[in-house]
């Protein structure tokens, strides 16, 4: 409610400023170095609050200790990788099993595309999508993801090649 005043305030410099040129030399250069103090005021304020924000030693917030799979104990089946609308976009289609001891809740995967004519790769790019999962010890999953790459000037790889890697499982305890 206090907000009220300042901007009954605002308004009735306005109309002054508007209603009188003798107001409005006076008022213009009075508001600007009220408004500059305004700004360097909070920015004082903000960067004293981060200092003191940094300083304290809060204990951390509790969190449960996720158990660490090793990348290893998710096996990917049956992977395909299909060109897709954009031509810069890949369709990657494929089958996860967990065969770790713990339940999983995702992944993430990491594809590197490379063009290799003639057994002479370059590297195209790569991209890492979070892949949800929910599985249990010993079931496993079909799912579906995109991957994005720069396509210099349209122009496709002619003998694309693809290797992946998992790089982060998350995961909690059956």
Not at 5 to 18: K, R
Not at 25 to 53: K, Y
Not at 116 to 138: M, Q, Y
């Amino acid at each position: 409610m206090i907000w009220i005043f300042p901007a009954v305030a605002g308004l009735l410099i306005v109309y002054f400023a508007m209603r009188s040129s003798r107001f409005q030399r006076f008022a213009e250069p009075t508001l600007s170095i009220l408004v500059a103090f305004g700004l360097l005021s909070a920015f004082f304020v903000w960067i004293r609050e981060d200092n003191s924000a940094n300083t304290r030693n809060d204990p951390p917030p509790f969190s449960r200790a996720q158990p660490v799979i090793p990348p290893e104990d998710i096996v990917l089946e049956g992977l395909t990788f299909a060109r897709n609308r954009p031509d810069t976009s890949y369709r990657v289609t494929g089958t996860v099993v967990n065969s770790s001891d713990f339940n999983i809740n995702y992944f993430r995967l990491a594809v590197t595309l490379e063009d290799c004519p003639a057994n002479t790769c370059k590297s195209v790019g790569d991209d890492t999508a979070l892949i949800l999962a929910r599985l249990a010890p010993g079931q496993s999953q079909n799912f579906e993801t995109f991957f994005t790459f720069p396509s210099p000037f349209g122009v496709e790889p002619s003998t694309p090649k693809w290797s992946y890697r998992i790089t982060e499982v998350n995961g909690r305890a059956p």
